[in-house]
């Protein structure tokens, strides 16, 4: 079995990023900026996007953080984002989700402009991935298939089977598997045998957000199983995955933390990037 290393590569692919930005700084260009908006003061996002800053500050990017209180009104968002849309040293712009219940996230998220749309989650952007036309690529399922690549896992003819279905994760991670070659099936709450699908799987991606959800008997022997899950338990930070006992039968795995979710930052600065050199 071996560990499919996310934070590894997610150095490998920040360091690539501060090279990129020092030879723009040498050439004597505009530094590339990602605005970051938080609104509210949810513990978890604050986190998140805390390190999204952190990941900019040590890569060269420059970070605008945008803190608004819990009680913005839809109209004073919009307008930041207006503001941030027509703002050309700004390249890339991200509203951390979710947003206090009163802000209307589909609308929040259309009004980035798609050029700046390094989430990818707009319903444009996810249009050109389902299409295959290019665009930005949802940070998540991005960094999951360079983890893929990296160790050489090949996608084509796989039966790939996805547990979860979020416009953030599941759906696009279906496209992105859809597109190399896999053999997709996407299952969810609503699945009747969630675990006849998973034991067919050779690549299984577990995206449901409920701990220890897919047990060692629900799993292939050699497959390859990414776990994309943040839960808590006891405290503590685990995946969907029960870990030690399907790592046991997997030909790869990712862990938690460590696996994807330090692709998910890495890919959000590749986006930011290509942002700023299609700009
Ligand atoms: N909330 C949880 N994950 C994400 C993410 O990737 N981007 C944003 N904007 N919000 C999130």
């Given at each position: 079995m071996t560990i499919l290393d996310g934070k590894a590569l997610a150095a490998k692919i920040k360091e690539q990023t501060a090279k990129t930005t020092a030879k723009l700084a040498a050439e004597g260009k505009r530094q590339p900026c990602l605005a970051v908006v938080l609104v509210g003061e949810d513990p978890a996002s604050q986190i998140y996007v805390r390190n999204k800053h952190n990941d900019c500050v040590t890569t060269g990017i420059k970070s605008l953080m945008h803190t608004l209180p819990a009680d913005t009104s839809e109209v004073d968002l919009l307008n930041l984002i207006d503001s941030l849309n027509a703002d050309?040293?700004?390249d890339g712009i991200l509203v951390q989700l979710?947003?206090?219940?009163?802000?209307?996230e589909k609308k929040v998220t259309e009004h980035i402009s798609a050029s700046k749309d390094?989430?990818?989650?707009s319903a444009y952007n996810v249009g050109k991935i389902t299409l295959g036309r290019g665009g930005f690529k949802p940070c998540t399922p991005a960094g999951i298939m360079r983890l893929l690549e990296e160790y050489g896992?090949?996608?084509?003819?796989k039966e790939c089977v996805v547990v979860g279905r979020s416009n953030i994760v599941g759906k696009p991670m279906a496209l992105l598997l859809l597109a190399a070659g896999g053999t997709v099936t996407v299952c969810h709450?609503?699945?009747?045998?969630l675990a006849y699908h998973t034991r067919r799987a050779d690549i299984l991606i577990a995206?449901?957000?409920?701990?220890?959800?897919?047990?060692?008997?629900?799993v292939k022997e050699g497959a390859v199983i990414v776990d994309v899950g943040m839960n808590r338990k006891d405290g503590k930070l685990c995946g969907d995955v029960d870990y030690e006992k399907c790592a046991a039968k997997a030909s790869y795995i990712t862990p938690?933390?460590?696996?994807v979710g330090p692709m998910t930052r890495a890919m959000l600065l590749e986006n930011t990037i290509t942002a700023y050199e299609n700009h």
């Open positions: 050309d040293t700004v979710p947003l206090p219940k009163h802000l209307d390094v989430d990818a989650f896992i090949e996608i084509a003819g709450t609503k699945t009747a045998d995206a449901a957000g409920r701990a220890d959800l897919i047990k060692d008997d629900m938690v933390p460590g696996g």
